[in-house]
């Protein structure tokens, strides 16, 4: 299967030597793994909010698809260790290097070794919409305006 390919500069030069390119870890897996490009392990407090390097950039071109950046379920399950902003939007037309906002919501300080895998990148479709302002909708729904908790717990 030929897959959809993305420019992808490194930024720094420890990606490609000590730290390899992000790549999917088995042909089954949704993300592809970022790691923690640093020269030096970093270690977060709790509560403490840190920006990690990736140490690459990428080019997607296309506005029909984005880069989503996911927090890793084992660091945040075992040490609290998830994304700041919950989910990462990397744009289509953004080109910068990719920052990794992490936060530790756990109870013990938490090092981040050079390399680490903190977080997956998922690419997935866009779809971008106009608004169109109305006074009523033209279709009633059966949850209508009901809000959080409105359909119950079981």
Request: charged share 15%; net charge neutral.
């Amino acid at each position: 299967m030929k897959r959809p390919e993305i420019e992808t500069k490194i930024i720094n030069p420890l990606i490609g030597t000590s730290i390899p390119i992000p790549a999917y870890a088995t042909d089954g897996a949704a993300a592809m793994d970022l790691r923690a490009c640093l020269e030096a392990p970093r270690t977060l407090q709790p509560g403490e909010t840190a920006l990690i390097p990736s140490g690459i950039a990428i080019s997607i071109h296309d506005p029909g698809m984005v880069a989503l950046l996911l927090p890793r379920s084992g660091l945040g399950i075992k040490h609290g260790i998830v994304l700041a902003n919950t989910v990462g939007v990397i744009d289509s037309d953004y080109q910068g290097e990719i920052g990794i906002g992490i936060v530790n919501r756990g109870t013990a300080a938490y090092t981040i070794e050079p390399g680490e895998r903190i977080c997956q990148m998922m690419c997935v479709p866009v779809i971008q919409v106009a608004l169109k302002v109305v006074s009523e909708f033209t279709q009633k729904s059966g949850r209508g305006s009901g809000g959080f908790g409105s359909t119950g717990n079981h």
